[in-house]
């Protein structure tokens, strides 16, 4: 069964939530998965438009209402000009979020791109073989969508207080319900938008991890194909080298989608963890009367975010740690004697040549690429921001 025919509990969450207007369309005939499509006369678009009108609604809404307490904020002697200016700028990264989801939608034919070079691999790899390595597609769906929705019950919980306390004291219960479904729905989406690259992501890992088992080593060192017995050896590693190529062309059309998402997302999450640690121990430093009612709400946004930066970077280096194996696997096979003909060192050689982790390294816009490896220098940018911002 292809990856995408288990997509469909993961598509309707994205498409409920208001990330995507695309619908899964089937083959007639056998039922399986054809393609996304995107149409006007789909419900899934009208739905898409609508959730779209009323979570731009609810960012105005709540910018007006906030304008209030920022008044508060200015005429308090007591508070730091800086903590002024990083509220501020957490409260903008809420608007910038929305906007950098919508990227996705706007790039239809590169997802398009993306899924047609998946479909080829799995056509190359063969059904049977497929069946045979099923992946965990679904496991990590229902575990993404419980973090999701737990993450959302428990912002909601901690925040909801600071969003009732801005809003009018006349309001009616309607009112009050549909601005904080409408809130749930936003916060939703932003986090289904990092499960969007997570599954991408791992689409792609999966099936380059499949090409390494076909190059284990076994006891006797000879060349080992899990399903391909008896298929000539040079034919194999044709045959992986072109799902390779096939898997970096769709991991190259993921990356020029999400690039700039994660370019933004990232950047917005770092000034956020940021903000949230200083303005939490502003309270203490200070004594801000102001901050007693969010004892627990910048902490909770400080672990919450910082986790949500680590999913990214950890999404974004599961292909590269699948091309690393890939690659010292077929080096320790082309060591151990296998490459007997000069044609067998050939294509043995040009396959290793294929094996770049650049091909399947996701860009922040050219900028720098993302990966686990940020970590060190994300967490002391953390420090060294922090001591400036209280030194001042």
Not at 199 to 207: D, E, L, P, T
Not at 301 to 325: G, H, K, S, W, Y
Request: proline content about 3%; hydrophobic content about 50%.
């Amino acid at each position: 069964m292809s990856v995408f025919d288990k997509l469909q509990p993961f598509v309707s969450l994205c498409q409920a939530c208001g990330l995507i207007p695309y619908t899964l369309k089937r083959n007639s005939t056998t039922g399986k998965f054809e393609r996304f499509t995107f149409s006007i006369r789909n419900v899934s678009t009208w739905w898409f438009l609508f959730v779209l009108v009323l979570q731009i609604s609810i960012v105005v809404v709540i910018s007006h209402l906030a304008g209030d307490l920022q008044d508060v904020l200015l005429t308090d002697r007591n508070i730091p000009t800086t903590m002024i200016v990083l509220s501020g700028l957490s409260s903008s990264a809420f608007l910038a979020q929305l906007v950098s989801s919508r990227w996705i939608t706007l790039n239809y034919r590169q997802l398009g791109n993306a899924v047609k070079a998946v479909q080829k691999a799995e056509s190359l790899f063969g059904e049977k073989f497929i069946e045979e390595h099923q992946c965990s597609i679904m496991a990590r769906f229902f575990i993404g969508f419980a973090i999701v929705m737990a993450t959302t019950i428990a912002g909601m919980s901690v925040f909801g207080p600071m969003y009732a306390a801005l809003l009018p004291e006349d309001i009616n219960v309607f009112l009050i319900t549909a601005f904080f479904t409408v809130l749930a729905f936003v916060n939703v989406m932003f986090d289904c938008s990092l499960l969007f690259v997570h599954i991408c992501y791992y689409i792609i890992a999966h099936y380059i991890q499949l090409i390494s088992l076909h190059y284990k080593k076994e006891a006797n060192g000879e060349f080992y194909a899990t399903v391909h017995k008896g298929m000539d050896k040079i034919k194999l590693m044709r045959r992986d080298a072109l799902i390779l190529d096939h898997l970096c062309r769709a991991s190259s059309a993921i990356n020029s989608i999400v690039s700039m998402p994660v370019f933004s997302l990232l950047s917005i999450k770092f000034v956020t963890v940021v903000s949230a640690a200083f303005i939490y121990t502003c309270r203490f430093v200070y004594g801000i009367t102001l901050l007693e009612s969010t004892t627990w709400a910048y902490p909770f946004l400080f672990l919450m975010e910082t986790i949500r930066i680590l999913v990214l970077l950890t999404a974004a280096d599961m292909p590269v740690n699948q091309v690393r194996l890939l690659h010292e696997r077929v080096t320790a096979m082309s060591l151990s004697g296998f490459p007997k003909t000069h044609s067998e060192k050939l294509t043995l050689m040009t396959f290793l040549i294929q094996m770049d982790e650049d091909r399947v390294h996701l860009s922040a816009l050219g900028l720098f690429k993302v990966g686990v490896h940020l970590i060190p220098a994300l967490t002391g940018a953390v420090v060294t921001y922090m001591v400036i911002l209280l030194q001042n």
